[in-house]
């Protein structure tokens, strides 16, 4: 069965501090993303990666960074977190079909995070 | 610009009633595109996909959604809702050629007794 699992499923954490924010999943899949989820605006891609070491920008990646060392986990940093960081985070994965095209992404729990 | 919308925020309805929640598309060609539902406090479950080929996709939980390219949509339907359908559905949507998926803003359902 896919399993995406995150680290914390809430966490709170004060403004300025570095935060990480991991996830890991058990598929073998190639690709991994960051979403945050916030009421009316649906999910937004941060970052992505297919393949081990390597990253591209989403959508708003700005007070973002990333980090994929091993196949199976992909972390968020939050350099210096601020208020207007307070979301709810996904993480997903997807296997690579037919070369390079990619097929369903299969989502984590989330990690509902709060900075105060 | 690649785009999905969801109309509807909001949608209530009785328990045992039909359901559909609509989806829209904007992409140059016919883009991959997704269902996906949400419970309270969890991720997001895969209800179904539209690749290619039979325009009417079949998905878990009773859901099945058809793909109408002459209104750029791909709205979800049930026939008869269950109480435990109450969550937020999101569409969403990629180009053949990229690993990116656009989602909509989701539309809540809510299912009263």
């Known amino acids: 069965d896919v399993k995406v699992t995150q680290s914390s499923r809430y966490l709170v954490k004060r403004t300025g501090e570095k935060v990480f924010l991991e996830c890991v999943q058990d598929?073998?899949?190639?690709?991994m993303f960051w979403y945050r989820q916030d009421p009316g605006l649906g999910l937004r891609l941060i970052y992505f990666?297919?393949?081990?070491?390597?990253?591209e920008k989403g959508d708003i990646p700005e007070g973002y960074s990333v980090s994929r060392e091993k196949k199976e986990r992909f972390s968020l940093i939050l350099e210096s977190a601020s208020t207007n960081q307070t979301s709810m985070y996904l993480c997903?994965?997807?296997?690579?079909?037919?070369?390079?095209?990619?097929?369903?992404?299969?989502f984590g729990p989330g990690t509902r995070l709060t900075v105060l | 610009a690649q785009s999905v919308t969801q109309p509807d925020i909001h949608i209530t309805v009785s328990e045992g009633a039909s359901l559909e929640l609509r989806c829209n598309y904007s992409?140059?060609?016919?883009?991959?595109l997704f269902w996906y539902v949400q419970s309270p406090g969890q991720g997001l479950q895969l209800l179904l996909k539209?690749?290619?080929?039979?325009?009417l996709v079949q998905g878990i939980k009773g859901f099945e959604a058809e793909f109408k390219r002459s209104q750029s949509s791909f709205n979800l339907r049930k026939p008869s809702v269950h109480w435990s359908d109450a969550a937020e559905y999101f569409c969403?949507?990629?180009?053949?050629?990229?690993?990116?998926?656009?989602f909509g803003t989701g539309t809540r359902l809510q299912v009263f007794p």
């Open positions: 997903a994965s997807s296997p690579v079909v037919q070369g390079w095209l990619t097929d369903t992404q299969y």
């Open positions: 969403a949507g990629r180009s053949y050629n990229t690993d990116k998926l656009i």
């Open positions: 598929m073998d899949h190639e690709n």
């Open positions: 992409y140059g060609a016919t883009p991959y």
């Open positions: 539209y690749f290619s080929g039979d325009t």
């Open positions: 990666s297919y393949d081990v070491k390597m990253k």
